[in-house]
């Protein structure tokens, strides 16, 4: 789905977010991330109405490009092929007309076909990830930190890694507990933290194919996302705070986990 064609109703979305809402309406998500982004959409007005005009756009743009009835060797079926497709451009135009009254889509006509979204990167799992948990109030997390231990196990079995906990309370934050959740290449892992405030910061884990590379950022909107890998693991610490604070609680987690912040800088 293309989401340039209404700056108004894509703002304050990240590019991970609008491939996310795209890639629900084209059945290109796994169960797992369709439970994801549906419980976002269950309170995320904005969300749920940019969804509604991708629905629109696509079934206006499935029936103006549906394929043409097999041809006939006899005029009479050519002629009757021939006022079906008028038929369905008709109401595809109508449709057109009502979902740019609704979604600002105008103009969808003259690129019918939008390009292939790029996957997610690694950061935008992640952003994405805090986006739908992050502000969940009852259920942040799968299971609370009361069974760490626990936790900690189950999640190690399930990426096949042994996992550790990082400790957070330095910066005032304690752990709510963890999740597992899809990744690109397999299961990943969502660590909870939060703050005597309610503000929260989410670690999220998975296995990668790098042994090492430095700390990145990720800024969508008010939220910023630190990546990095070590051991062959991939870590992204996002939250909503100064990026500068961010950063700092970033490279103590990598120096905890095993990393080597210290060569990057």
């Known amino acids: 789905m293309r989401d340039d064609l209404d700056p108004t109703a894509t703002s304050g979305f990240s590019q991970a977010e609008l491939r996310a809402l795209s890639a629900f309406v084209d059945n290109e998500l796994t169960e797992a991330e369709r439970q994801a982004l549906g419980a976002r959409l269950a309170v995320d007005q904005r969300a749920a109405k940019l969804l509604g005009r991708y629905r629109a756009q696509r079934a206006a743009l499935r029936v103006l490009f549906a394929d043409s009835a097999a041809q006939a060797t006899t005029s009479c079926i050519v002629l009757r092929t021939r006022m079906n497709w008028r038929r369905r451009t008709a109401f595809a135009i ?68 042994p996992l550790s906990v990082p400790s957070l309370r330095a ?7 963890g999740r597992l959740l899809p990744g690109a290449a397999g299961p990943a892992a969502q660590f909870m933290y939060e703050d005597a405030a309610g503000a929260r910061l989410a670690l999220y884990v998975s296995p990668a194919s790098q042994r090492e590379t430095a700390i990145r950022v990720l800024r969508a909107g008010d939220r910023r996302t630190f990546s990095w890998a070590n051991g062959h693991m991939s870590y992204a610490l996002s939250g909503r705070m100064a990026e500068s604070q961010l950063r700092k609680i970033a490279v103590d987690v990598c120096s905890e986990l095993g990393g080597h912040p210290e060569r990057w800088r």
């Not at 935008?124 to 196990?153: C, I, K, M, N, S």
Request: charged share 15%; aromatic share 8%; hydrophobic share 50%.
């Open 94 to 161: 109508s449709a057109l007309a009502a979902g740019a009254a609704l979604a600002g889509l105008a103009g969808i006509i003259s690129s019918p076909v939008a390009p292939p979204s790029p996957p997610m990167t690694f950061a935008e799992q992640a952003d994405l990830a805090y986006v739908v948990y992050a502000p969940e109030r009852r259920h942040p997390v799968e299971v609370t930190a009361a069974r760490e231990g626990a936790l900690v196990d189950w999640l190690s079995k399930r990426l096949n890694r």
């Open 171 to 177: 910066y005032g934050y304690v752990l709510l507990g």
